[in-house]
């Protein structure tokens, strides 16, 4: 099967960084990616990873590493309004849907 | 934004009724899903479609069926429901030019409670 781990839990002050990580287990892969949700909202597409390396978008960097099944995001320069919850996904051995991690809560205090 | 709408955005029903949520998008995309959200389980398949009138299931599948009868239009349907449905239910879209169908759109989501 395909499944995911990435920690349940992660705080920090503005203006830090702060890094999630992901570990995944899948028969076929096609690319991991992340998607942030705020309370409330749905979830918004950040990066996405096919190749070993560092993707960066501004403020956020993906990196993954295919040989570990392993996976982060960096979030840079925190302000209080990246407090959301952060997922970790593979497309499904399946077809194109996505197989989801549990979730990551940031918190961002000041 | 592209173009996904859900209905009925919340919605309050007794354990046995049938329930239907629709997600409508407007951009003729062929890849639709639809997906439950529970605290401590992350987004969840329960089933996608890959063209009019073609549906599979996911991992979550039992008690919900769908249809697709026209592109645009996406049902999912509880045919008789249970507590344990009680959800956030959000409905999403890939394009195959986007990350290899990993960049999905999202809909609002609808708010399901079965009492």
């Known amino acids: 099967g395909q499944s995911l781990e990435q920690p349940s839990e992660v705080t920090a002050v503005e203006g830090a960084i702060v890094q999630i990580n992901c570990t995944y287990q899948?028969?076929?892969?096609?690319?991991l990616s992340w998607y942030q949700q705020h309370d409330g909202g749905a979830p918004t597409f950040l990066s996405y990873n096919a190749l070993d390396g560092l993707e960066e978008t501004g403020r956020f960097s993906s990196f993954l590493s295919r040989s570990d099944s392993y996976g982060y995001l960096l979030l840079q320069e925190l302000q209080m309004k990246d407090s959301a919850s952060y997922f970790c996904?593979?497309?499904?051995?399946?077809?194109?849907?996505?197989?989801f991690g549990k979730g990551t809560t940031l918190s961002v205090s000041s | 934004d592209a173009g996904i709408t859900q209905s009925p955005r919340h919605k309050v029903t007794e354990t046995g009724t049938p329930v239907t949520l629709r997600c409508h998008q407007t951009?003729?995309?062929?890849?639709m899903y639809w997906y439950r959200q529970d605290p401590g389980h992350g987004l969840r398949l329960i089933h996608y479609s890959y063209g009019v009138k073609d549906t599979d299931k996911g991992e979550v599948s039992d008690g919900y069926s769908v249809s697709r009868s026209k592109t645009e239009d996406f049902l999912l349907t509880l045919e008789s429901a249970t507590s344990s449905q009680t959800s956030v239910y959000f409905c999403a879209i890939s394009v195959s030019e986007l990350a290899e169908y990993n960049e999905q759109f999202f809909g609002p989501g609808t708010r399901l409670t079965v009492l």
């Open positions: 899948t028969s076929g892969f096609y690319g």
């Open positions: 996904a593979v497309r499904s051995q399946a077809g194109t849907a996505l197989i």
């Open positions: 951009e003729n995309h062929r890849y």
